[in-house]
């Protein structure tokens, strides 16, 4: 089966500690997203990746950070730096259809809660 | 810079009842893609549509209808005949030239029996 797996579904932590979120998929697509979800607030994009060994910020990524040393993973780590991170994350990955259009497929999320 | 508003923070229907979700977007683009997910209370996005700016034909996709105008930036979703099913929250969202998805904040849909 292809697809985008996050894993755990659920995490809790102490804050002060980092934690990293697992990003895996095999639908052999080149780039890759995070995004935190908020209460009422929508999407909001972390960080992307177009290639391996290359990402960039997104609208709110300080205290976050990522690596991309595989075209399959795209891990997402939250530093004890992010002020608020207790929030659903999602991530996703995307292809590129013929004619420039394309599609972005996402995972099924990790809630992660910090106590 | 591109924006999408969902207006509708929450909408409560019987089971049955036709229902449409508004989203409004700005860009300065003018090649540009619309979309529309759903998310059930499992958390998964799931796509429903993509729409570029240059087609303006409405698409139905079974009890699903999607009306885009250029001329208002609107590119509203219905559904028809509503089911418990459909409770979820649905998101509308906007890509244009080489940017990332800018997502609105979502509708929550509540359907009741």
């Known amino acids: 089966d292809g697809g985008i797996t996050q894993s755990p579904k659920y995490l809790f932590r102490k804050e002060g500690q980092n934690v990293t979120l697992s990003c895996e998929q095999n639908?052999?697509?080149?780039?890759m997203y995070w995004y935190r979800q908020d209460p009422g607030q929508g999407l909001r994009l972390i960080y992307y990746?177009?290639?391996?060994?290359?990402?960039q910020k997104g609208d709110i990524a300080e205290g976050y950070s990522v690596s991309r040393e595989k075209k399959e993973s795209f891990p997402l780590t939250v530093t004890s730096a992010q002020k608020n991170p207790t929030a659903f994350y999602l991530c996703?990955?995307?292809?590129?259809?013929?004619?420039?259009?394309?599609?972005?497929?996402f995972g099924p999320g990790t809630r992660l809660t910090v106590l | 810079a591109q924006k999408v508003t969902q207006a509708q923070t929450e909408i409560s229907v019987v089971e049955k009842e036709d229902v449409t979700l508004d989203c409004v977007y700005e860009?300065?683009?003018?090649?540009?893609?619309l979309f529309w997910y759903k998310q059930p209370p499992s958390g998964e996005l799931v796509f429903l549509i993509r729409?570029?700016?240059?087609?303006?034909q409405n698409e139905i996709s079974g009890r699903y209808s999607w009306n885009f105008q250029k001329s208002t930036s609107s590119f509203n979703f219905t559904i028809t005949a509503s089911q418990v099913v459909d409770s979820a929250v649905y998101f509308c969202?906007?890509?244009?030239?080489?940017?990332?998805?800018?997502f609105g904040k979502g509708t929550m849909l509540l359907v009741s029996p």
């Open positions: 639908l052999n697509h080149d780039a």
């Open positions: 860009t300065r683009d003018t090649t540009y893609y």
């Open positions: 969202a906007l890509r244009s030239g080489y940017s990332t998805l800018t």
């Open positions: 729409r570029n700016s240059f087609d303006e």
């Open positions: 996703a990955s995307r292809f590129r259809l013929a004619g420039g259009e394309d599609e972005q497929f």
């Open positions: 990746s177009q290639i391996v060994n290359d990402f």
